[in-house]
């Protein structure tokens, strides 16, 4: 179950960033870390909009 939640959060990253075919930029690599910390957020928020928190 969590490998499927892994990724929620790349819905808050760019597209540019998470195709881009080559190696990414320091700043792109700080973006792309942010995931983990976006998907949380975006499940939480719904667990509480869905009244299961």
């Not at 939640?5 to 700043?27: M, Q, W």
């Amino acid at each position: 179950m969590m490998g499927l939640l892994h990724d929620v959060g790349k819905i808050g990253v760019p597209d540019a960033v998470i195709n881009k075919p080559g190696r990414l930029t320091d700043e792109e690599y700080e973006i792309i870390k942010t995931h983990p910390g976006r998907g949380a957020q975006i499940l939480v928020q719904r667990a509480y909009t869905a009244g299961c928190g």
